[in-house]
């Protein structure tokens, strides 16, 4: 509507019910958030054993005694996800190309590449920990290794598996016309893909991508398997040290905060994607 045209009364009512059903909407869904909450808590606290389990698991001295160890032991594990999110995008990104390469003769990369992803995505990540973290160094083909940098190859094998599929079905979703346009322009192969598919890809699976990130952030702490005295290893030391399992608990919230920004921005970021895709539609 132009700026110089002045509002109709009835797009002045609209726009007053607008403001007032978002607000009766707010206050309705606050109010039955918190008569839940109370409810849930009401139904907890007088629970017969509650008592023991707030005593075994939310006690606040044994939480500001294990905090120094535990966050400690999380910084560890900020930096296994640092390296093994840069090692599943790069490994990933090999594969998902290696499945969409077209011909007969590259038959034997293709198969190895989806014998990998079939094998990875089979296998629990617990047993592939056990199986980098302690089998591969049993071989001595390497240097010596930190349980820590095993445990970081065991991530990135595991979910490039997951995560090269997901960007394979973004490849594929690219019109064939955006690769037979590049090639008529006289882009080679390597090229069509770097500058004309991956791009489009990558911004279809954006949101697939973000949520393997945040089930990557939970898993990072199954390193501790190893010996690696992340956060769930710090807690498991502090809960042997005082027979009490607020430690657990803690390190239970850190890793929730540490994902809960990246929880939000996936939303967000699904929200935006399926707005502009639905412009100008009625759904």
Known sequence: MPANLPISDVEIGRRAYRRTQNVRSVLVSLVSTIVFAVVIWLTVVNTPGWERVQRSFFDLET????WPRVIAGLWVNIQVLFFAVIGVLVLSVIIA?????????????????????????????IIVLFLIGFGVPGLELFPRQSAQFWGTIALILTYSAYVSEVFRAGIEAVHPSQRLAARSLGLSHGQTMRIVVLPQA????????????VAMQKDVGLISVLGVVDAVRAAQIETAANF???PYVLAGLLF??????M?????????????????GSIV
């Open 63 to 66: 939480a500001i005694a294990a």
């Open 244 to 246: 009490n399992f607020t």
């Open 263 to 279: 929880i939000r921005l996936t939303d967000w970021y699904t929200a935006r994607l399926r707005a502009r895709e639905q412009m």
């Open 97 to 125: 190309t290696i499945r969409t390469l077209r011909g007969p003769i590259w038959f034997p990369l293709r198969a190895l590449a989806a014998a990998y992803t079939d094998l990875f995505r089979g296998l629990p990540l």
């Open 256 to 261: 929730v905060l540490l994902a809960l920004p």
């Open 202 to 213: 990558v911004r279809k699976v954006t949101p697939a991508l973000m949520n393997d990130f």
